[in-house]
Nanobody
Framework: QVQVVESGGGLVQAGGSLKLSCTAS????????MGWFRQGPGKEREGVAA???????TYANSLKGRFTISQDNAENTLYLQMNSLKPEDTAMYYC??????????????????WGQGTQVTVSS
């Protein structure tokens, strides 16, 4: 069974940084596209960043330059480095996986496996 579990969220001041982790089991990154998504209060879930099974990365246009997605294949761990955090980044952050995802890598509807999320709160 494919499982992904997020960790690393917390409370941080505006301008600070956090690094989220997602540990995956039941999959290999060579066969799965991995993505980070977030959902703020009263908002729809949106794609943050994704890394395709072949290593291609993509980012939400508004976040490119502040956020970086990476993965450690040996440890089956996905990361999201978040810098220069803003209060509007406050959200529940989710890790997701899909077997060789086709189409938009930042579309939540294309992912089959989701973690429970980790809360990121950015204070002003």
């Amino acid at each position: 069974q494919v499982q992904v579990v997020e960790s690393g969220g917390g409370l941080v001041q505006a301008g600070g940084s956090l690094k989220l982790s997602c540990t995956a089991s039941g999959l290999t990154f060579d066969d799965y596209t991995m993505g980070w998504f977030r959902q703020g209060p009263g908002k729809e879930r949106e794609g943050v960043a994704a890394i395709r099974y072949d290593g291609l990365t993509t980012y939400a246009n508004s976040l490119k330059g502040r956020f970086t997605i990476s993965q450690d294949n040996a440890e089956n761990t996905l990361y999201l480095q978040m810098n220069s955090l803003k209060p509007e980044d406050t959200a529940m952050y989710y890790c997701a996986a899909d077997r060789r995802c086709l189409g938009s890598l930042l579309s939540p509807s294309l992912y089959n496996n989701w973690g429970q999320g980790t809360q990121v709160t950015v204070s002003s």
